[in-house]
């Protein structure tokens, strides 16, 4: 609703005065020329992300000064803490950072926005920046024309800066054409009724445009025409740092509860870095007047001293958050509430993640391993398990014992219930992640879509077990009652090993534990066929219970190696290439064989030397 009437009065307003001055229009002109190559800046960035920009934040985010550098580099360069803060929820939502990581992303951009103001005030107003805008529009654009991601990336950068530049310039010379017909600093309101009349002013024109940076630009360009007071420019910047949390928390309503978490802790440090400024900010005056007599800024250069101010009023505001991170954390997580979710509902899939590679990738896989666990318990119960029991990682003996039966379920129903819709909306989102047409590095989509139908088949194998299985756990054939628990023993076995694989953390153990349980699995295979085989031929069994026994093994062998190659997919945590390298890593067929013969070959060496030793005492 409120959308839906400040368009229109913003549409009313700048109607208005592009009627009332010719001037004003030029002024307009340039802050959304400024805000155009803002958008084309940020879309040149974002086709550099693919898999560099996931390493780059892993790195740069597993400690508070490396986050508060990510922060401050990232802003410094992109210009734009909006987009930083944004990325962050995204990264954040999509479980690729922590809390705590991101808040020190939060911090960081605050201070690298500064930067913005120290070009424009340095350099955009004492040089002419037209006459370097229009080449670098002029090649950006017949770069926009090229196939190569990279190079139409390049097109959008030059085309975003040389905009940018256009912006300052149209600002600046609208604001001098503008002091000659009207004197804006006629109205300016002395003292404190002042400082909060701009500060509101400021937040109100960031909420607006939608970037401090341009509300900063704004600021500069009328400073430097006069138009504005040195103490109305300083209040307006600090409303200029609290209108920007309007973005991080726009951006947040499509994310989790992590990004709404990140944007509380967003609005928090600013409005505190706000109320520090105002409370202070005669007394930061008189900062800034020393620290710009000691690096030679002029006594009448404001636009300089402006920058100064913006600086410090900001990194007071990191010192004085900075030790209070941890205990915010704590805050905001009893605070702001997860949503409990249902099982049919997705919990990462949100609009937002689609806007990067690694964040569509990473809420997938997250949205995966909850589809897992759904799995988990209908393939656990479909053996007439407790899932209970195999999360906690009981013993095999207590797990599968016949006093403690699971009742029997109806796996289709199940499977409606639990699997159906949470899986058709990971398929879905994927078909969306592939409809951006972004690289997706190393084919993750397809692997974990790959993941997803083993997940599935699984579960339909088990459906098939299923049937037999009631039927022989509760035979009176003993022999029969025996090979049927034997699989249930083997499956157990995998999903208990599975939830102990889940919980590891080092990648390369990871990888070395699913090749041990196929290795085992196809050793319990050997066994299991020659205890059939001796059953058969010692008529222990009728030829119609073997049957059922080979082909309930088939789908019991199905089960495993299905879950054991969606583990290999969901269960590591490392990077991209790191996850590429490791499935290149696992064992084919053949090197699979080896190491049976290999471990049959110890077992024989060891039951060999155990008969010697026994001969030898005998």
Request: charged fraction near 20%; include cysteine.
């Amino acid at each position: 609703m409120m959308r839906k009437i400040l368009l229109p009065t913003i549409f009313a307003l700048l109607a208005y005065g592009f009627w009332l001055s010719p001037n004003f229009k030029e002024i307009a002109s340039g802050v959304a020329i400024f805000l155009f190559g803002m958008l084309s800046l940020e879309e040149g960035f974002k086709a550099f992300t693919g898999g560099v920009l996931e390493n780059w934040l892993r790195r740069s985010t597993n400690s508070l000064s490396k986050s508060l550098c990510f922060g401050f580099f990232s802003t410094s360069v992109m210009q734009s803490s909006s987009l930083v803060s944004v990325i962050a929820i995204s990264f954040l939502s999509a479980g690729l950072i922590s809390l705590s990581a991101g808040i020190g992303i939060i911090f960081g951009a605050n201070l690298g926005t500064t930067t913005g103001a120290w070009l424009v005030a340095g350099f955009g107003l004492k040089v002419n920046i037209s006459a370097y805008a229009m080449p670098m529009i002029v090649f950006g654009v017949i770069l926009l024309f090229q196939k190569s991601k990279e190079l139409r990336g390049i097109g959008y950068v030059l085309t975003g800066l040389g905009f940018l530049f256009l912006g300052i310039h149209y600002m600046k010379e609208g604001f001098e054409a503008f002091s000659g017909s009207i004197d804006l600093k006629a109205h300016a309101v002395e003292g404190y009724a002042g400082i909060f009349l701009f500060v509101l002013i400021g937040l109100v024109a960031t909420v607006v445009m939608q970037s401090s940076h341009a509300t900063l630009v704004l600021i500069i360009t009328a400073l430097a025409a006069n138009q504005i007071t040195y103490e109305n420019a300083l209040a307006l910047a600090i409303g200029a740092n609290v209108g920007t949390t309007v973005t991080a928390i726009l951006g947040a309503m499509s994310a989790n509860v992590e990004g709404r978490r990140l944007a509380v802790a967003h609005l928090v440090f600013n409005l505190v870095t706000a109320a520090i400024a105002i409370s202070l900010i005669y007394q930061l005056t008189n900062i800034v007047d020393v620290i710009s007599q000691n690096i030679g800024i002029a006594e009448q250069n404001y636009m300089l001293k402006l920058a100064v101010f913006h600086t410090i009023f900001n990194t007071i505001g990191i010192i004085v958050m900075t030790p209070f991170i941890v205990p915010l954390v704590g805050v905001l997580e009893k605070v702001v509430k997860p949503i409990n979710f249902l099982a049919t509902q997705s919990k990462y899939l949100k609009e937002s993640a689609l806007d990067y590679p690694e964040t569509a990738v990473a809420a997938i896989r997250n949205e995966m391993l909850r589809l897992y666990d759904q799995a988990l318990d209908i393939i656990a119960l479909g053996l007439r398990i407790k899932p209970t029991k195999i999360r906690a990682q009981s013993p095999i003996d207590e797990v599968v014992a016949r006093a403690d039966f699971a009742p029997r379920v109806d796996i289709d129903e199940l499977y409606r219930e639990s699997i159906k819709d949470l899986y058709s909306m990971i398929v879905d989102f994927g078909s969306k992640a592939q409809a951006r047409n972004y690289e997706v590095p190393n084919g993750e989509l397809f692997v974990l879509r790959t993941a997803g139908k083993y997940m599935i088949e699984a579960i339909k194998d088990t459906k098939h077990l299923q049937k037999n299985l009631n039927q022989y756990l509760d035979a009176e054939n003993q022999r029969i009652q025996e090979q049927y628990n034997t699989i249930r023993i083997k499956l157990v076995s995998l999903l208990v090993a599975l939830e102990r694989v889940r919980s590891d953390s080092d990648d390369s153990a990871i990888i070395l534990s699913l090749d041990h349980l196929k290795i085992e699995a196809h050793e319990q295979d050997k066994q299991f066929d020659e205890v059939l085989d001796k059953l058969i031929r010692e008529h222990k069994i009728t030829p119609q219970m073997a049957t059922s026994l080979m082909n309930d093994k088939s789908y019991a062998d199905n089960i495993a190696d299905k879950l054991i190659a969606m583990a290999r997919v969901l269960f590591s945590t490392g990077d991209s290439m790191t996850r590429a390298a490791e499935r290149s890593m696992s064992m084919g067929e053949y090197e699979l064989g080896a190491a049976v013969e290999d471990f049959e070959g110890s077992v024989r060496t060891e039951k060999s030397n155990a008969t010697s030793n026994q001969g030898g005492k005998e």
